[in-house]
Nanobody, 123 residues
Framework: VQLQASGGGLVQAGGSLRLSCVVSGGTFSSDAMAWFRQAPGQEREFVAGLSASGGMTYYADSVKGRSTISRDNAKNTMFLQMNSLKPEDTAVYYC?????????????????WGQGTQVTVSS
């Protein structure tokens, strides 16, 4: 299984980005998926996640109300729409898959990881 994250870039504060994560080498319709991020010198932290069906979503307080996570199982793709971006959102964003449908916020609960996409928000 391989995950390919894309959609990052340089954006001004207040702007928007849409991250994508394409899964290949398998299907993930029965698996939970999530986005994490890691800023320089910081630990990797949970950003948003959704259950296998997409019926349950969960967001970190830092992005709640500004971000929307979604998935298209037919296209093996997950998305993260981020609006009203802030400089503190600057980080490398990683997508992850956890075998099984239960959503967790801990990094060690995830089985597969993408390579990350850089998001930089200028003030």
């Amino acid at each position: 299984v391989q995950l390919q994250a894309s959609g990052g870039g340089l954006v001004q504060a207040g702007g928007s980005l849409r991250l994508s994560c394409v899964v290949s080498g398998g299907t993930f319709s029965s698996d939970a998926m999530a986005w994490f991020r890691q800023a320089p010198g910081q630990e990797r932290e949970f950003v948003a996640g959704l259950s296998a069906s997409g019926g349950m979503t969960y967001y970190a307080d830092s992005v709640k109300g500004r971000s929307t996570i979604s998935r298209d199982n037919a296209k093996n793709t997950m998305f993260l729409q981020m609006n009203s971006l802030k400089p503190e959102d600057t980080a490398v964003y990683y997508c992850a898959v956890r075998k099984g449908g239960t959503l967790y916020t801990n990094t060690w609960m995830y089985d597969y990881w993408g390579q990350g996409t850089q998001v930089t928000v200028s003030s």
